[in-house]
């Protein structure tokens, strides 16, 4: 992980840190977790020098928004994400942690990756160029970048530490964790993607993948886990601009990508800073994104 020092400092110093990653932070607080979502961007495995306002509440608050929305389909981990609600040790921290927060229960996370394609881009459609398949599951020939697929598709990954998560076949994942445990997980992420898919075109997006984790809480309970169908988890297209041929325009981190891919940037030490109006930009996509799928405004914290 590569970031500039101000970004390094945890949020939180007083508290026992559980885990770091790219963009959150997860702090241990008696028997569950919290998830800091920060502002923090990374593109091509790498932290940003600059990070992109209101991004960490966009990300909670759209999850919470999914979490209250696909229980009926799979329990979550979500416990709270109003401060008010939180244990009296994070009070001196409330104003920080308030919108960009959950309070979530600690499971053992299942070590894959359950990622739902609909459309063939990213990994997929390099893999398709390659073999005809994804993830082992061949496709008809002739498709071109961003085609719709015959059927959504379960194509399960590996959870890399560093770098790129891996594609993996469901047989190669059943050898991981068990041939039940993956075909019950197929079948909650084609069921929670088909819930999104749904939603999302509704209001005029297109959710063309997703990927989602699960963990086993101590008594066996499988739960739904970390973040749900947000724009660092997905892709979104405008259904209105959909052109199937070559990449989309989508409700991501598009702007920092195409401004690092222009500077020629070789994706290695030192990781550039953003100009503004790509901070701007990318910050306005992800409000966008926010106020189309939930039809609301970003809530002002407290």
């Known amino acids: 992980m590569t970031l500039s020092e101000p970004l390094l400092q945890s949020l939180l110093p007083g508290l026992s840190v559980f885990r ?36 960490g509440r966009i990300l909670t608050q759209l999850s919470r928004f999914w979490f209250d929305r696909t229980g009926d389909i799979v329990p979550n981990h979500l416990l709270a994400t109003d401060t008010a609600q939180y244990p009296d040790e994070l009070a001196p921290y409330a104003a920080q942690l308030q ?23 990213g990994s997929g459609w390099k893999e398709y160029l390659a073999t005809g398949q994804v ?47 993956v075909a019950r997980l197929r079948r909650l992420t084609l069921e929670l993607y088909a819930y999104g898919v749904a939603h999302a075109a509704a209001r ?3 959710l063309a993948d997703t990927k989602f984790e699960f963990g086993l809480r101590a008594d066996g309970t499988l739960l739904l886990i970390d973040e749900v169908m947000t724009p660092d988890s997905s892709r979104y297209w405008p259904a209105d601009a959909y052109a ?40 306005e996509k992800y409000l966008e994104a926010y106020r189309r799928l939930t039809g609301a405004d970003l809530p002002v914290p407290a």
């Open 20 to 55: 770091r990653g790219k963009v959150r932070e997860v702090y241990e607080v008696g028997d569950a977790l919290l998830m800091v979502a920060t502002d923090r961007i990374s593109a091509f495995d790498y932290i940003l020098g600059s990070g992109i306002p209101d991004k």
């Open 99 to 121: 919108g960009r927060s959950m309070l979530v229960t600690r499971t053992a996370p299942i070590p894959i990756e359950c990622v739902a394609r609909g459309y063939l881009s």
């Open 135 to 181: 993830c082992g599951i061949p496709l008809p020939a002739g498709l071109r970048e961003s085609d719709q697929l015959p059927a959504p598709i379960f194509t399960p990954a590996t959870k890399a530490e560093s770098g790129h998560d891996i594609n993996i076949s469901e047989a190669e994942a059943s050898r991981l964790i068990g041939e039940d445990l």
């Open 204 to 206: 005029g997006i297109i």
């Open 244 to 283: 199937p041929g070559g990449p989309q325009p989508s409700f991501d981190k598009q702007f920092v990508r195409d401004f690092l891919e222009s500077i020629r940037w070789n994706k290695q030490p030192p990781v550039p800073t953003l100009p503004a109006d790509v901070v701007v930009r990318t910050r």
